[in-house]
């Protein structure tokens, strides 16, 4: 029987992306967010208008989306209830988020520099998309963000070996739902769109 329940999160299962964004002193911000989702080369950002992220973006136009992997959350942890805005809305002094400038350093991750955008990634994620604004639409209290991808850098570690496809196997991405992390993926049987789009690495049928 299903019951009608007014349900206060719907994170049902989304990858963590750490989000590094460049601060009006140059600085690079970095900030976990779970509400992504992507198309072609495009990415769709929901991102709460008064973070430093969605201020840094709307700025610079730029950021680079770090994919973090499920051997992180403890990095990720640390970030969870820190930000790089010096005015913490009503909402965050409530939930007990401290402003933090130096978050790679609070975090315990390492910066890389980039190739085509400001912002550094995070040497310890995978993945790293960086990233253009297209467009933003504003939800009241949220920003939906879009933006494309100019660039990914893919560690050698999860691809199939000579292609340029990332092995499912190999890619485990921290995974958030409704409010706690989930890793360490398992293949439960072969999907017919990898069949369709003739994708290597390819789950036992
Ligand atoms: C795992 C995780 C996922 C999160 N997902 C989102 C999200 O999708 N959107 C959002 O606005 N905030 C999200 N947050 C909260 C932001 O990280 C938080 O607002 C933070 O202050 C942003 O940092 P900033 O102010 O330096 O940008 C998430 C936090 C954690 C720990």
């Known amino acids: 029987m ?12 989304t990858p963590v992306v750490l989000v590094t964004t460049t601060n009006p002193d140059g600085t ?6 779970s509400s992504a989702w992507w198309l072609g080369d495009c990415a769709m950002l929901g ?7 969605t201020k840094n973006i709307l700025r610079t136009g730029a950021c680079v989306l770090n994919l973090a992997p499920a051997d992180l959350v403890g990095q990720v942890d640390r970030l969870a209830l ?5 005015v913490l809305s009503a909402h965050k002094q409530e939930t007990g988020y401290r402003y933090e400038p130096r978050k790679f350093e609070a975090a315990g991750l390492t910066r890389q520099a980039s190739d085509l955008v400001a912002p550094e990634r995070v040497a310890e994620c ?3 998309l960086e990233c253009e604004l297209v ?6 209290t949220a920003q939906a963000l879009q933006v494309r991808v100019l660039r990914s850098h893919v560690d050698e570690s999860i691809l199939v070996p000579g292609t ?14 409704f409010c706690d992390f989930f890793g360490d993926a398992r293949p439960l049987s072969a999907s017919r769109l990898a069949e369709g789009w003739a994708m290597p690495g390819r789950a036992p049928a």
């Open 164 to 177: 340029a496809y990332v092995d499912p196997h190999k890619w485990d991405p921290l995974i958030m739902k």
């Open 126 to 128: 995978p993945i790293q």
């Open 2 to 13: 299903h019951l009608d329940v007014p349900l206060k999160v719907h994170y049902y299962g």
């Open 47 to 53: 991102l709460a208008g008064s973070s430093r992220t």
């Open 28 to 33: 690079t911000n970095v900030a976990p967010m």
């Open 82 to 86: 820190l930000t790089g805005e010096p």
């Open 135 to 140: 467009t933003s639409h504003d939800f009241g």
